[in-house]
């Protein structure tokens, strides 16, 4: 399995930050796999933000952290997932990582390559 | 969700044991056996070398061992190599159906 993240870098305060996941070798809509947002600042050390799945419906699940501005959406279409973060302040420049967690497991065997988000004017 | 407590570093000398703790609570660590945990090199993604509290992932070295005591996990590096000198996190499960992870340990080889 392969995740390939893309998205912009460089978010203006207030704004939203999308960034999106590909995945190869597996599918979005995989009954037994979890699709989720995790980050990494210097501050916040490593995050997990949320994610999607699929048990006969979508399901999402976020950190009360930042739940009132996360989603976590999928594209079957494309066999990707994305996050999308509202009202972003230079407290979300993070690094932001996807992962899977799979085969019913509950731990993250396989991430994206990292996305490096700057907050700023 | 408070992030788990670990040590910020641990270090010990080449062919030397060293223990990180990972501290939570009921509604996580002490809750699940869902417990795992990550290295990370820098600028790389975090890859995970125990999960379920005690299980490795095959390829991870047999050096790499953990337990967990009510709501405290342990990860145990035996025989400590130059290539363990990395950042190490955990991470759990939680009773909100969501995760948590620890705040990181540096480790040191000396």
């Known amino acids: 399995i392969q995740l390939r993240q893309s998205g912009l870098g460089l978010v203006r305060p207030s704004q939203t930050l999308s960034v999106t996941c590909a995945i190869s070798?597996?599918?979005?809509?995989?009954?037994?796999?979890?699709w989720n947002w995790i980050r990494q600042s210097p501050s916040r050390g490593l995050e997990w933000l949320g994610r999607?799945?699929?048990?006969?419906?979508?399901?999402?699940d976020y950190a009360l952290s930042v739940k009132s501005r996360l989603n976590v959406n999928p594209d079957t279409s494309k066999n990707q997932f994305s996050l999308i973060l509202r009202s972003v302040t230079p407290e979300d420049a993070a690094v932001y990582y996807c992962?899977?967690?799979?085969?019913?497991?509950?731990?993250?065997?396989?991430w994206g390559q990292g996305t490096l988000v700057t907050v700023s004017s | 969700q408070s992030a788990l407590t670990q040590p910020a570093s641990v270090s010990g000398s080449l062919g030397q044991s060293i223990t990180i703790s990972c501290s939570g609570t009921?509604?996580?660590?002490?809750?699940?056996?869902?417990v795992s945990w990550y290295q990370q090199h820098p600028g790389k993604a975090p890859t995970v070398i125990i999960y379920?509290?005690?299980k490795r992932p095959s390829g991870v070295s047999n050096r790499f061992s953990g337990s967990k005591s009510g709501s405290t996990a342990s990860l145990t590096i035996s025989g400590l190599q130059a290539e363990d000198e990395a950042d190490y996190f955990c991470?759990?499960?939680?009773?909100?159906?969501?995760?948590?992870f620890g705040t990181g340990t540096k480790v040191s080889v000396l």
């Open positions: 992962a899977r967690d799979g085969n019913g497991q509950n731990w993250f065997d396989s």
């Open positions: 070798g597996d599918s979005v809509s995989n009954l037994t796999a979890a």
């Open positions: 999607t799945y699929y048990r006969s419906k979508w399901l999402n």
């Open positions: 009921r509604n996580d660590v002490g809750g699940y056996n869902y």
């Open positions: 379920d509290v005690n």
């Open positions: 991470n759990s499960y939680t009773s909100s159906t969501t995760y948590v």
